[in-house]
Nanobody, 115 residues
Framework: QVHVVESGGGLVQAGGSLRLSCAAS????????MGWYRQALGKQRELVAS???????NYADSVKGRFTISRGSAETTVYLQMNSLKPEDTAVYYC?????????WGQGTQVTVSS
């Protein structure tokens, strides 16, 4: 059974930084793509950043220049460095892993940015 676990969320003041971590386990496949989505209260889930197996990155316009997605030493680990955080970044952040034909999601980690 595949497990996707996020960590690193918390409460931070505007202008601060957080680093989210995501680790996937339980699959014999290698991830084709790993990414981060977020869902604010009352809003739809949206893509924040993604990283393909070839190293291609994709960012939401709202986080470009402030967030950086990177891979860990293990191919099933990905990080999201979030700098210059704003109150509008407040949301539950979810990690997703694409294995080719299937996707798996973590349970999410709360990020709250106070003004």
């Amino acid at each position: 059974q595949v497990h996707v676990v996020e960590s690193g969320g918390g409460l931070v003041q505007a202008g601060g930084s957080l680093r989210l971590s995501c680790a996937a386990s339980g699959s014999r496949l290698s991830p084709r793509l790993m990414g981060w989505y977020r869902q604010a209260l009352g809003k739809q889930r949206e893509l924040v950043a993604s990283l393909s197996v070839g190293g291609r990155t994709n960012y939401a316009d709202s986080v470009k220049g402030r967030f950086t997605i990177s891979r860990g030493s293990a191919e099933t680990t990905v990080y999201l460095q979030m700098n210059s955080l704003k109150p509008e970044d407040t949301a539950v952040y979810y990690c997703t892993v694409n294995w080719g034909l299937t996707n798996d999601w973590g349970q999410g980690t709360q990020v709250t940015v106070s003004s």
